[in-house]
């Protein structure tokens, strides 16, 4: 008997923390979604990390404008867009989010900040924070829009790495 209420005491807390799972990273002191992380890559120099950097998001993102480009930083302002499941309907989401990559010997260092959902209209911003839009759902559908945000943000990481270390682009198909 003990052991049959256990394992309902067990599954009850296993299906409140799925229910309030999330897939987005977010930043501890700020509390806003963010994904950053320091990658070792041996042997290579400041310069050649950076000019990695800038041809991975030419080769990646196929647009060459950057919104800051310094000695040893990269910042660029990306535009992502896809269409998210919401009950029966597709909704049209582009997603705006901050690329950040700073350089040192051996070593670089990424963040995507700053995500946000609307239009970006003559340069400049129209919409709301990621964060404020998924929050105006109900909790068992939060997920379904972290998703595909999460997907996108980890295939572009993974892309990143295996460039600055290879210097080799493989561009991906898509499963459709």
């Known amino acids: ?68 480009d310094s000695s040893n930083t990269i910042n660029k302002v990306v535009i992502y867009e896809f269409k998210w499941k919401f009950i029966s309907k597709n909704i049209p989401i582009q997603l705006v989010y901050d690329l950040e990559i700073k350089t040192k010997d051996n070593k670089y260092k990424y963040t995507i900040s700053n995500l946000r959902i609307g239009k970006m209209i003559r340069n400049e911003f129209d919409g709301i924070t990621l964060k404020k839009y998924i929050e105006r759902f109900p909790v068992k559908y939060q997920i379904n829009i972290e998703e595909p945000i999460d997907t996108e943000l980890m295939k572009a990481i993974e892309s990143m790495e295996k460039y600055m270390k290879t210097e080799k682009y493989i561009e991906e198909e898509d499963d459709w």
């Open 1 to 68: 008997m003990k052991f049959i209420k256990l394992k309902i005491t067990l599954f009850f807390f296993l299906s409140i923390l799925s229910l309030n799972a999330q897939l987005i990273m977010i930043d501890s002191e700020t509390g806003e979604y963010q994904y950053d992380d320091v990658v070792q890559v041996e042997g290579v120099t400041k310069q050649e990390l950076q000019k990695r950097a800038k041809d991975w998001i030419n080769l990646y993102y196929k647009d060459p404008s950057f919104k800051k």
